[in-house]
């Protein structure tokens, strides 16, 4: 059951050859085991987990399940679960015990999905690697020397290890995408507005977005069903009719034109790397995709763009945590504003003070039409830029990341690098538009991922195009060979 | 883009967070690279285009001024979270003599 798709793990509880207390159970003893190497999980509470598959069983029996009850997930630590531990990869929270459910993990449980745990993440989701935990970095299932991606990268090491079928995340500016390609899984960033932001700890609230993480796209189209949909608690939930995301998953992609952005298809991209994305987009013209040249002229700029206004949000955002009201506060101090200077530095990870500096310059006097107004222009210029390339294709394609998983340490020291190695991801998140990556191949055992990007409320022709690429390939269903 | 220490110190002031010599030269460093980079930012020509402070185009929604959720059972678990509460009251350091 560990390597079975959502659809056979459900199949498998109607026909009650297993329940959801055993699976539960496997899944806890699998992360027993193997959560002391990879780190993916930082909060359990086996209790509560099996309580929760325990009332699934008996929903199945008295005949009201939905179409996942009993299916066990786990949520990344960004998302409020009612009476856990919600650390959001923060010294800050370490103790903080969330006193309500966000409403993604509401609408999980209201459809009996049961809870495994709370995933690992980098601190505030700022970070590509899971470098700047609190809790310790995640390692990455395919090679335990290298980073499994970030923010999301708990959640992606846990399915890519067999530790849960499914699970959450979030992606400012790809972090569902990146660890999603760097750990060999598919993974969904919805289009704003799409997934309730009620509940979920804010980083950039004008770039967050929650969505699944799953081997296969069929997968994340029922988790998305699940967690999806206008939410009143958040005013940025957009008003607008649920959608069955399994609806397009049979559709043959005769027709599919795949747009190829020519700043991302030029000499500069690894060339294994790039090899890859060739051998799938040969796969889709295969089933029918024709391909054709389009332009984002102003992608380029993406993550300076995204590098003033991330952190401009995330200053305002976290200027929450001030040791007053929840969180961490310093031991000594001397007055009210020391003791706010002190609570945020030493409750605050590098990383996360880094970019509340940035922010903080960027809306100060003098520099707030310099930097954050130019960048929200240039915003602009790029979903202007999607916009433009859709009226020539359905969906863009992109490889996810530059490479495949790179070592601990080795871009931790220069955040430049860093940020850039997120170039083909954070220009869907200031456009706002849904994107998803999909495994496509391996260099040298690790996985690569390749990035499809559609327009505003795309997501079941991007579900579509993947569950019929992985109809013919098989890339999804690969297992690091530890966890097998 | 040449941040000095003082200027790292005057964010982080305003910042409420508390930086050390130590660490105000490692963040000056990396300070200079950041906007080494976003520096670019300032040659693109953006003549007579409106910054895009949201995702989506649509205006916002509003909802009607009404309490919708208080109750003494939910007031006392987010008070249980404070460092320091009393008497349904979060405690802070005297900031008035």
């Not at chain 1, 970070?127 to 499994?148: A, I, K, L």
């Not at chain 1, 979030?170 to 509940?199: E, F, H």
């Not at chain 2, 005057?10 to 050390?20: D, F, S």
């Amino acid at each position: 059951m560990i390597h079975a798709s959502l659809k056979e793990v459900v199949s498998a509880l109607d026909a009650k050859k297993v329940s959801s207390l055993e699976l539960t159970d496997l899944f806890l003893g699998r992360i027993a085991q193997h959560n002391p190497t990879i780190n993916a999980f930082v909060t359990l509470d086996e209790e509560k987990s099996r309580a929760a598959a325990k009332a699934a069983d008996a929903a199945r029996a008295a005949g009201n399940a939905g179409p996942l009850t009993g299916v066990p997930i786990a949520h990344k630590d960004i998302f409020c679960q009612d009476g856990w531990r919600t650390t959001c990869g923060s010294r800050m929270l370490e103790n903080f015990v969330a006193p309500y459910n966000a409403t993604v993990v509401e609408r999980c449980n209201q459809a009996g999905l049961v809870s495994l745990g709370k995933l690992n993440m980098d601190e505030f989701a700022m970070g590509s690697s899971n470098e700047t935990s609190y809790y310790g970095p995640v390692r990455n299932p395919w090679d335990t020397e290298r980073v499994p991606g970030g923010s999301s990268g708990g959640s992606a090491a846990a399915v890519a290890a067999r530790l849960a079928p499914a699970v959450t995340g979030t992606d400012t500016g790809g972090s569902i995408r990146q660890p999603a390609a760097l750990c060999g899984l598919t993974g969904l960033k919805p289009s704003y507005g799409t997934v309730s932001r009620w509940g979920m700890i804010a980083f950039a609230s004008s770039l967050d977005q929650a969505g699944p993480m799953a081997h296969s796209a069929e997968d994340c189209a029922l988790l998305l069903n699940a967690f999806a949909g206008f939410d009143a608690k958040d005013s940025t939930s957009l008003e607008r009719d649920n959608e069955d995301y399994t609806r397009s998953l049979a559709q043959p992609l005769k027709g599919l034109r795949i747009g190829l952005p020519k700043e991302f298809f030029n000499a500069d991209g690894d060339a294994a790397t790039m090899a890859a994305i060739d051998a799938a987009l040969a796969e889709y013209r295969k089933l029918g995709a024709e391909t054709v040249e389009v332009s984002l002229p102003s992608i380029g700029q993406s993550v300076s763009a995204y590098y003033v206004i991330a952190p401009a949000e995330a200053s305002s955002n976290l200027s929450r945590f001030d040791g007053v009201r929840y969180g961490y506060r310093a031991p000594e101090y001397s007055d009210l504003n020391d003791m706010y200077a002190k609570s945020r530095a030493q409750g605050f990870g590098e990383e996360v003070k880094r970019r509340i500096l940035i922010g903080t310059y960027v809306l100060s006097h003098g520099y707030y039409d310099a930097y954050y107004l130019q960048a929200q222009r240039i915003r602009r210029l790029i979903a202007n830029d999607f916009d433009q390339a859709f009226k020539q294709c359905d969906v863009i394609a992109s490889p996810t990341t530059p490479g495949t998983a790179f070592k601990f340490g080795e871009k931790s020291g220069d955040p430049v690098q860093m940020y850039l190695s997120d170039i083909y991801t954070i220009g869907v998140n200031l456009a706002g538009i849904p994107a998803l990556s999909h495994p496509c191949g391996e260099i040298n055992g690790l996985p690569v991922g390749m990035q499809l990007i559609g327009p505003y409320f795309s997501e079941h022709r991007l579900l579509n195009a993947t569950h019929q690429y992985q109809q013919a390939t098989d890339w999804h269903r690969r297992t690091p060979a530890a966890f097998a | 883009m040449a941040f000095t220490p003082e200027d790292v110190q005057r964010l982080a002031k305003l910042a409420r967070i508390e930086l050390g010599p130590e660490q105000v030269n490692a963040t000056l460093g990396h300070l200079d690279n950041i906007f080494g980079m976003i520096a670019e930012l300032r040659q693109v020509d953006t003549n007579g285009i409106a910054p895009m402070a949201h995702a989506c185009d649509v205006g916002q929604r509003l909802r009607e001024d009404k309490v919708t959720d208080g109750s003494i059972e939910q007031r006392d678990r987010c008070l249980a979270l404070a460092p320091e509460s009393e008497a349904g009251l979060y405690l802070v350091p005297k900031v008035i003599e």
